[in-house]
Each structure stands twice: as C-alpha cells, then as structure tokens.
C-alpha cells in the first residue's frame, strides 16, 4: 500500500513537470491571456515543485508510516471485532441449541413423571377398590355367619321349646303310658325327622 502511494505521488509531480515542458511560447500566450492565469510561470513554479516534492517527502518518510499503521491497526480491530461477533453468534446458536435440547428433556422427563403418577394413582385405586370388595365381601361373610349362627340358635331354643310342647300335648294325649324320657325321646325323633330337609 505504500509503494502505492508513492507511485501516485510521483505520477502527480510528473504531470506538474511535463505542463511546465511544454509552456506555450510568449507569442502564443499573448493571444490566450485567460490560458496564462492557469499554468504557472517558470520562476513560481519551480520553487512551489521543491517545495511540494519536501513536504511529499516529509509526509512519506514521518506521517504516512503512522496513518497507514493506524489503518492496519483499525482494520485489525474491526476485523477482530467480526470474528469476535461471529464467534458470539456461534456460541449463541449453539446455547440456543443446548436449551432447546434441555427443554425437550424437561417435557420428556415431565410426561413420563405424569405418566408414572397416572400409573401409580390407578394402582392405589386398583388396590383400594380391592381392599374395600375384600373388606366387602368379609362384612358380608360375617354378617351371614352371624346370621347363621343366630338362626341355629332359635332353631335349638325353638326346637327345644316344641320338644316340651310336644312332650305336654303327648302327655295329654296319651296319657302317663310313656315317661317322660320316653316322650323326649319321641318328640326330638319327630323333630329331627321334620327339621331334616330344612337343614340340609
């Protein structure tokens, strides 16, 4: 870049020098007078060419170094910076990325724990359903029991009573031919024979 513009520059000084060359003739510059004002006289011109060509020289060699190691510099910075900012966009992609996959997870883990407490609550409901049919069923099973047993009970106490009923009327009946014991005897036969069929 800066042999660049040190070629530009001596291009310029050397398009000042060859308009100097080929100055028009005095004659020539009479006749355009407004021409005259635009290209400069022999004695102006060679000091302003000195001068210029110092101050090229002097902003070549001093400034120019500095502006175009500036320029570098700068264009270093911003370069860093896009490679700065790209690389912040590549992490940003890839922790958007990251909790996307993260969130996935999360309504996976929470639909299988969903799943899990469905499964569990009809579990506890199955098993208390059961427990309550069993408790049910042995409620019942008692109650039955209790009645069966309280039936057989007035069954004894009312076949017992019969028996002294019976024994009473047979007596009456009969007589005192048979004795007491017998009369039992008689009556609980009778009893069994009727109360058969009922208790099976």
Do not use: C
């Amino acid at each position: 870049m800066k042999s660049t513009t040190r070629g530009q520059f001596a291009r310029a000084a050397a398009v000042i020098a060859a308009a100097v060359a080929v100055r028009p003739a005095p004659a020539l510059a009479e006749e355009a007078v407004g021409a005259d004002i635009l290209i400069p006289k022999v004695a102006e011109f060679v000091p302003a060419l000195i001068a210029f060509l110092v101050i090229w020289i002097v902003l070549a060699k001093l400034v120019w170094p500095q502006i175009l190691e500036m320029m570098d510099k700068r264009q270093a910075k911003i370069q860093e910076d896009l490679d700065a900012a790209e690389k912040a966009r590549q992490e940003a992609a890839e922790s958007a990325k990251v909790y996307e996959q993260k969130i996935l997870e999360a309504h996976q883990q929470a639909d299988e724990i969903i799943s899990k407490a469905k499964k569990e609550a009809e579990e506890e409901r199955s098993a208390i359903l059961a427990k309550a049919q069993k408790e049910a069923s042995d409620v019942i099973a008692k109650a039955h029991g209790a009645v069966d047993s309280e039936r057989h009970k007035a069954m004894i106490e009312l076949s017992g009573s019969v028996v002294d009923l019976s024994v009473e009327i047979a007596t009456k009946i009969i007589g005192n031919d048979l004795s007491a014991d017998q009369q039992r005897k008689l009556a609980e036969k009778y009893l069994a024979e009727v109360g058969a069929p009922d208790g099976e």
